[in-house]
């Protein structure tokens, strides 16, 4: 059998990768102390490492495929395939930030303040790059964790990743500067994606869960409508809808079907509902192929 050596990131974006997997259809199953997770999709084998490791595992060919941020593949200099984007985080759906922070108290403003200063962090080359492209010359330590602690005490600033900066806020800390905005990437082993069969897999990997983040946050309305309130009840829907409208075997109604955002329909059913629309159902998706 056909086998694809997929990679996945523990630690902090593990359960959401697990609960994305599941939603476009790959249940996988973990154990507490396993980095071997089981799966329902025998053609996949996956084990769990480091999101930054992953890169370098996937460019020397350890693992077909892996899912890493961008700021890991950077961060490496690792030579893979990138399928596509994929926008989520432990917390939300959203990209994540590299920012310079700085004491609220610090004159620092942008990197180029930075020169003959001390950073602590933990994507050294990314910093490194960025002081060489702004001719600004500091020193660069790796930090091994609680970096928001080390300013000013140990070093002048800090590059931390953040999604939505409450960390450094609460160590008193301020942004100076985003450095690199990063998102969640599939990636692949540049020889596995000569592959045919490994390179179809991995496409419709990424391909189901592309469509699990377009289904987040939207939901299927389905609703029948008299013919001569079709019109009254279609201006109800969001202007830039386009309903699928079916006919019924009474020939005096018709079927309504449309993809919502689920914020919008508590406003807009009851108004569907005075306009003549009946039986509705609201139901869940799983996936949206577009």
């Not at 432990?90 to 700085?102: D, E, I, N, T, Y």
């Not at 006919?247 to 569907?272: D, F, G, M, T, Y």
């Amino acid at each position: 059998m056909n086998k694809l050596k997929l990679a996945l990131p523990k630690g902090s974006l593990q359960e959401s990768t697990v609960e994305l997997f599941a939603k476009a259809g790959i249940k996988i199953r973990t154990a507490e102390r396993s980095y071997f997770p089981s799966c329902d999709d025998e053609e996949i084998e996956i084990m769990l490492v480091r999101a930054q490791e992953i890169a370098k595992y996937v460019e020397q060919g350890v693992f077909d495929c892996g899912v890493t941020g961008y700021d890991w593949i950077c961060e490496t200099g690792a030579k893979v395939k990138e399928l596509g984007e994929l926008i989520y985080a432990k917390s939300g759906f959203r990209p994540v930030k590299w920012v310079l922070a700085v004491p609220e108290t610090s004159k620092i403003k942008s990197i180029k303040d930075l020169r003959g200063k001390r950073i602590a962090t933990e994507v050294v080359n990314i910093v490194k790059k960025h002081l060489a492209k702004n001719k600004v010359k500091a020193e660069v330590e790796f930090s091994w964790g609680a970096t928001e602690a080390k300013v000013p005490e140990l070093v002048d600033a800090i590059v931390e990743l953040t999604e939505t900066g409450s960390s450094l806020r609460a160590n008193r800390l301020r942004i100076a500067e985003v450095l690199l905005e990063s998102t969640t990437r599939l990636i692949a082993n540049t020889r596995s994606y000569k592959n045919t069969w490994k390179r179809t897999k991995m496409e419709n990997i990424f391909m189901l869960l592309t469509g699990a983040l377009n289904a987040v946050g939207m939901v299927g309305l389905k609703m029948n409508v008299p013919k001569n309130k079709l019109a009254v009840v279609t201006k109800c829907l969001p202007a830039l809808q386009n309903p699928t409208i079916s006919s019924l075997s009474n020939p005096n109604w018709v079927a309504i079907e449309v993809i919502l955002e689920e914020k919008v329909v508590k406003r807009i059913l009851p108004e569907l509902k005075r306009a003549g629309a009946e039986g509705i159902i609201e139901y869940p998706l799983n996936k949206i192929i577009y």
